[in-house]
């Protein structure tokens, strides 16, 4: 299982520390250089294994960069249809969105709704919401906006257990 580099290099910088107490406590004059070796020692390795792990499997990095644009674009459509939602129902009363700007936050749904990468499931879900905002039914978009909630949760949690 490849792991990130980032974090690892972090408890690096920690056991560099830990390094430098300890050598600060034998000899002040060794200190900086046990702290700094140990910290170049752990980056090193753990650049050299993430290098490594990635080499072995592009394939598995690729899949997981599909999944984080499919799970983006479907976060996105579920973001684009409750601004519109908001545009069409806002807090502050009938006359609280411009047409203008509700016309421009449909437009911006749909087109999430549309776009490539969305998985059919959120597709279909967002077509049943966007089409209960158009006929301005607050119980149907209340309903259909919560069971796209739902349809977008259950792709993200798929695409997590065939990462993992």
């Known amino acids: 299982m ?12 920690l056991i560099g520390v830990v390094s430098a107490s300890l050598g600060a406590s034998f000899d002040w004059r060794l200190a ?25 499997s592009p394939a598995r990095y690729e899949e997981a960069f599909r999944g984080g644009y499919v799970q983006a ?3 996105a459509v579920l973001l684009a249809v409750s601004v519109y939602e908001a545009a069409v129902f806002p807090k502050s009363g009938p006359e609280g969105v411009k047409p203008g700007e509700r016309l421009a936050r449909r437009a911006d749904a749909y087109a ?12 279909v879900a967002a077509q049943a919401a966007l089409a209960a905002l158009d006929r301005d039914d607050r119980d149907m978009t209340r309903s259909t906006v919560a069971d796209l909630n739902t349809t977008v949760h259950r792709q993200i949690v798929a695409f997590y257990i065939q990462v993992l």
């Open 32 to 56: 900086p250089a046990a702290g700094l070796g140990s910290v170049l020692a752990l980056a090193a390795g753990e650049g050299f294994s993430w290098w490594r792990g990635r080499k072995k």
């Open 73 to 75: 674009a479907t976060q």
């Open 112 to 123: 999430a709704a549309a776009g490539e990468g969305v998985p059919l499931p959120v597709q």
């Open 2 to 13: 490849n792991r990130p580099f980032l974090p690892n290099l972090t408890y690096g910088c």
